[in-house]
């Protein structure tokens, strides 16, 4: 299931649909959540995010979406995304930098095949 959820992420922050992962980092930029996504990307220790806030800034649309293809409920993967889409982000932005589209698909495998223990 955490694959599931991974690939959903990987889709999220690849899609042009979401505007990539620079989409989604001035989405939470726009909802208030500047703070919270600057230190996922940032060098320094990842402030938490609650699923309520998860559900503000991505919305119950895409919420809908990425629960589809990981085949969980809305609620359960707004849960999963508190845990693994900061680990994730701040994995990617290693430098305190959002990396470059090529390297982004490249990274996020190596981060799957981390994460499932590959």
Known sequence: MQGNVLSS????????????????VQQFKDKGFGDIINSWIGTGANLPISQDKIQQVLGSGILQQLAQKAGISTDEISKKMT????????????????????????????????FLGK
Do not use: R
């Open 9 to 24: 992420i990987e889709h999220l922050l690849t899609s042009a649909d979401h505007g990539g992962l620079q989409g989604i």
């Open 83 to 114: 845990v693994l889409l900061p680990e994730v982000i701040d994995k990617l932005t290693p430098n305190g930098k959002l990396p470059e589209s090529g390297a982004l698909a490249e990274t996020l495998n190596m981060l799957k095949n981390q």
